[in-house]
């Protein structure tokens, strides 16, 4: 009877344990008077890009297309109709759309050629990016990714940069909006969530998630 008592200790320890773990996995924040639940992502292994990309070799993932739109020159292998899926346009006229388009191709382009291995030589030539950190935050204002980049490579590092996409129809797209109030929320995410857990994972008190799962 003991041994059975045992047992089902050991179980019901096991369980609460499994149970239990998801909770670390995410943790609770106000920005601007607004709850949030953040869940934190790290890859498993480096995951880096160069600015210069290969047509050949694009990302399957929305997440990396959306996050390289303004890291590489992948609008130069991507359709109007494929960008439109990726940028928020509510705030250009239509007729217009076509050239803000192809002005976002000719800037990244001649940005991305800059970090090429033919470029002249500049603090730019050969820099990469590492995507380091995903933090997907849900509040009543809707769903936020906000995620980390190191430039690699570079004759000076400026440290990471953070930047912000809104879920949307089961895509993360990237632009602002006409919403004072929602523009302030969204730049204290990419400011205060990495402070956040920094501060907690000092105090081992979140854990992090494989991003592998995010970019399938």
């Known amino acids: ?19 239990a773990e998801p909770g670390k996995n995410q943790f609770t924040t106000k920005i601007e008077d607004v ?3 953040v869940k934190v992502y790290s890859p ?25 739109l303004t890291t590489s020159d992948i609008t130069s292998y991507m359709t109007d ?6 940028v928020k346009t509510d705030r250009f006229d239509k007729d217009e759309l076509k050239a803000e388009y192809e002005r976002m191709r000719a800037g990244m382009k001649k940005r991305s050629e800059l970090t090429g291995p033919d470029a002249e030589d500049n603090p730019w030539k050969g820099m990469k990016y590492a995507l380091d950190q995903v933090f997907i935050i849900e509040s009543k204002l809707g769903k936020y990714l906000v995620y980390q980049l ?3 490579g570079t004759k000076k590092v400026n440290g990471r ?9 089961g895509r993360w797209v990237m632009g602002a909006t006409k919403d004072e109030t ?10 205060m969530i990495p402070k956040e857990f920094e501060k907690l994972q000092e105090e081992s008190a979140v854990a992090v998630l494989p991003l592998e799962d995010l970019l399938k």
């Open 44 to 68: 498993s292994e480096p995951i880096v890009f160069s600015m210069l990309v290969n047509k050949d070799s694009l990302p399957k993932s929305q997440l990396m297309i959306s996050i390289m």
């Open 161 to 169: 940069l953070s930047s912000i996409r809104k879920h949307e129809d």
């Open 1 to 19: 009877m003991k041994t059975i008592a045992l047992v089902f200790l050991v179980i019901s320890s096991l369980l609460f344990v499994q149970a």
């Open 150 to 152: 190191s430039p690699q």
């Open 182 to 191: 929602i523009d302030k929320f969204k730049q204290s995410l990419t400011s």
């Open 81 to 86: 109709e494929e960008i439109a899926q990726n």
């Open 35 to 37: 709850d949030c639940v």
